[in-house]
């Protein structure tokens, strides 16, 4: 198991899924033809690049308030946007090898 499985992690992804697959169970959408194919080199949206435009991705979509409560809404975002302001306040070890030693 890798460390950024769900099994691994505690997120709101597991029902968010789950929501979205049945709902459209319900409208009796296709869900098209399976692939095999290496979907990262596929024409297909990307993922949010930081942490922060994952936060304002969760808080902006629908699907987020039809399966959460507004208020954990709020708490998990403030949680997770100050886990992204922590991240980018501290000098890592390798970010001082890489640029302050090196100038």
């Not at 198991?1 to 789950?18: A, D, F, K, N, V």
């Not at 095999?36 to 990307?46: E, K, S």
Request: glycine share 6%; charged share 30%.
């Amino acid at each position: 198991m890798s460390p950024t499985s769900e099994h691994c992690q505690r997120s709101p992804g597991r029902p968010r899924r789950l929501r979205a697959g049945l709902d459209g169970i319900r409208q009796g959408m296709d869900p098209g033809q399976a692939r095999d194919d290496l979907t990262y080199l596929a024409d297909v949206d990307r993922l949010p690049h930081s942490l922060f435009d994952a936060v304002e991705a969760f808080r902006a979509d629908p699907l987020t308030a039809e399966v959460f409560h507004e208020q954990f809404i709020s708490d998990y975002a403030e949680m997770k946007l100050g886990e992204w302001e922590r991240a980018n306040v501290e000098v890592t070890d390798r970010e001082r090898s890489a640029y302050l030693l090196n100038l």
